[in-house]
């Protein structure tokens, strides 16, 4: 089975890059055949090892338009029909629906492929806050009106919510996997009190205001125990996240921010903490569920983690998996410390859960026997 896996992450969002990454390899595992890569590599769209375009990833207006309007370049030159030869699959990574990619998808059917198309959240129309751009929210609304017509084109979509159906379309429901051979296990060195981890591209919906405020609570109420708050990774909540430290003499020498932080730099972070934090912040995205792709960054690291809503991977019963409320209320810091001191579980056990049940190959071959 031959396989074409299209995505436009660029190498700056590090977790969903290593996502991508890992999904290849268990598919060429899986099929025993290489897996050509559509994909954004140093401000350049490649096609396998053919360079395409430029496709630079900046955040400013101006470099917003420009993107557009690579990826309308981009679109037309993948018509080609050399491109798709003896491909029987064409897996593509979410991206929003505009004419021209309507107009890519019904050349994509006309080459007989098998077209699956993976939306990592669903349903996804509130993850766009109502202060994002008009130019966020234009496309947004041309987003909802081309979307009715996946259904011509897309046999399947790749959810890891539980729809049976999206957008007409039959869905092939998976979970988030983890690659072990690229997550070291902690190796914990001695530091005083508690050490709390945040790792994150810092969206409003991972709810890092909501740990800030919490611990800010405990400080007030008399919390005795001493607390680092560690947050790795940069985005657009970040300038306020600052703010709320600044303007809080008593978190000043609580939390360091860190920025963006991989390889051996991140791993020490991770040595010296005990307790990660998975998103506390998705009723701000209207979900209740989800299948994160840190959580099990953290589970194969063999740290124990609080979350804030239900993930598919992991019962409540897990002694090492810690659930508070999904919503805007503070959480409980003298609780969760107390539910730290008390875990009987290594970094070993916790790592073994995630050898047991988070696999990619696993998860992608789910999608290999359903296509």
Not at 89 to 102: A, G, H, L
Not at 113 to 127: A, G, H, N, S, V
Not at 207 to 224: A, N
Request: glycine share 4%; net charge positive.
């Amino acid at each position: 089975m031959k396989i074409i896996f299209f995505s436009l992450i660029p190498e700056e969002i590090l977790g969903v890059r290593k996502k991508i990454k890992a999904q290849v390899k268990a598919l060429e595992k899986l099929t025993r055949s290489k897996v050509i890569e559509a994909r954004i590599e140093k401000e350049n769209f490649y096609f396998g090892e053919e360079k395409v375009s430029k496709y630079k990833f900046k955040k400013d207006f101006i470099n917003k338009i420009l993107r557009r309007i690579n990826l309308v370049k981009i679109l037309i030159k993948l018509k080609k029909e050399e491109y798709y030869k003896n491909t029987d699959v064409i897996y593509i990574r979410n991206f929003k629906c505009t004419p021209m990619s309507i107009n890519w998808l019904r050349f994509l059917k006309k080459q007989d492929l098998r077209i699956l198309l993976e939306i990592p959240t669903y349903p996804y129309d509130k993850e766009i806050k109502n202060n994002s751009s008009i130019l966020v929210k234009f496309l947004v609304w041309i987003d909802k009106i081309y979307r009715k017509k996946l259904n011509l084109y897309v046999d399947k979509i790749i959810t890891f919510s539980e729809d049976k159906e999206i957008f007409n379309i039959p869905c092939i429901s998976i979970e988030n996997g983890i690659d072990l051979e690229e997550v070291k296990l902690v190796e914990k060195k001695e530091h005083k009190g508690i050490n709390f981890i945040s790792v994150s591209q810092c969206h409003f919906w991972h709810g890092i205001d909501r740990v800030l405020y919490s611990l800010l609570q405990y400080i007030k109420s008399g919390g005795k125990e001493e607390i680092r708050f560690h947050i790795v990774g940069e985005g657009t909540e970040t300038p306020k996240l600052k703010k709320i430290v600044e303007n809080n003499i008593e978190l000043q020498d609580m939390v360091t921010f860190y920025g963006f932080k991989s390889g051996e730099e991140l791993d020490e972070i991770y040595n010296n903490s005990d307790i990660a934090l998975g998103s506390l912040g998705f009723y701000r995205s209207g979900l209740e569920k989800g299948s994160t792709l840190k959580m099990r960054e953290y589970c194969a690291k063999g740290l124990p983690f609080v979350v804030g809503y239900d993930d598919t991977s992991f019962s409540k019963d897990l002694s090492f998996y810690y659930q508070v409320s999904n919503d805007e209320s503070l959480l409980d810091i003298e609780k969760i410390i107390e539910w730290y001191k008390n875990l009987k579980v290594t970094p070993e056990e916790i790592r073994k859960y995630a050898e047991d049940n988070l696999s990619w190959d696993k998860q992608m071959k789910k999608v290999i026997d359903n296509i």
